[in-house]
């Protein structure tokens, strides 16, 4: 049996992270991952680019029963020590909006970063490897039985990722791996995910697919103002992405699609010094021509605004400022880009990542219960995570 003083299980951000930290302490580090290739959501994100964190990090932006637990890790570990580790490669980034940072050229160049390191510092990785079983011989001792023979390790970090994206690996195994050792996993759910729509709305929306428009979504908890994007299966784009995962089944939602102006009292100025002018010419000013004809009854639009009784203008407003969304439900974890809930962030360690009653046992990044904001937020907590484990394991 191969003896090893760390074994981390899956090779993502916070895995690979990890991995590198323990390497630079002499520790002798194995990752094993049941995928053909490492840091496969690495790749995809940001559109190939990779959004790798933000620069405006807080614990606001992250989900959890435990909203105190991110704030340990992402204090000792910020996105600015990640953004050195980008310079030091030399690695060109910009940032797009809102403090996002992405690579100029492929995500590529940040997988490439953290598998050099992984090599710099003697960190082995397995892929195509099946564990068959996970046995604790005693504190700091455990032997995972694989398709690749047996290990024994010291120190067990479990960086499995969430359900998120299926085709690219994702797993529940992480949770079955707490829920062997006694720990609590809160249910989870598809986050970051698009919406899909009631039957009658997504005929009446369907020819609005691809028009995007900035709007302030919001429901009782939250209120994001970014972009939303009509696809031909519901509604997509940030603003929609972020609210759902503080959406629950069943709830409306409400879209303010003009927030920087109130349309009514600029159709009141405008009935004096444009009165001859016809509603619809006036509102493709400020809003695509499409969404103006699938909202707005075509009898009111060809009227000219001298004509149009004020009570219809504040029923127009209230429909344009505050219209009432209830969705059907989501695309679910095909196209979520994180998972809600998960390991119970009570049972683990802030400063350590340890189980707090089992010694050698670890957790990081997504498989944890916390879950960060759209725009390079669930990135920052895999690199913070990763790097407070691995300085202990």
Known sequence: MEKIDVIIIGAGAAGLMCGIEAGKRGRKVLILDHANKAGKKILMSGGGRCNFTNQNVTPENFISHNPHF??????????WDFINL????K?????????????????????????????QF???????TKIENIEKLSDHHFK?????????????????????????????????????FGIKVF?????????????EDKEKLSPLSGIAIESVVSNERKSFHENILFTHRGMSGPAILQISSYWQPGEAILINMLPKMNI????IQCK?????????SLLIEHLPKRLVETFINVDLLTQKLISIPHQELLAMGDMIHTWSLKPNGTEGYRTAEVTLGGVDCDAISSKTMEVKHISGLYFIGEVLDVTGWLGGFNFQWAWSSGWAAGQYV
């Open 91 to 119: 690695i060109p980034f910009h940032e797009k909006t809102l403090g996002q940072l992405f690579c100029d050229h492929k995500s590529q160049d940040i997988l490439d970063m953290l598998l050099s390191l992984c090599e």
């Open 86 to 89: 980008v310079k030091q490669f």
């Open 122 to 128: 003697s960190v082995e990785i397995y892929l195509n």
């Open 187 to 199: 249910p989870t759910r598809a986050a970051l995910v698009p919406f899909t729509l009631q039957p």
């Open 264 to 267: 009514v009292e600029h159709l």
């Open 272 to 280: 004096q010094t444009k009165p001859k002018k016809q509603l619809k």
């Open 144 to 180: 995972i039985k694989s398709n690749r023979g047996d290990f024994h390790c010291q120190s067990l970090v479990v960086a499995t990722g969430g359900l998120s994206i299926p085709t690219m690996g994702a797993s529940p195994f992480g949770y079955q791996i707490a829920e062997q």
């Open 70 to 79: 991110c704030k340990s890790a992402l204090s000792r570990y910020t996105p």
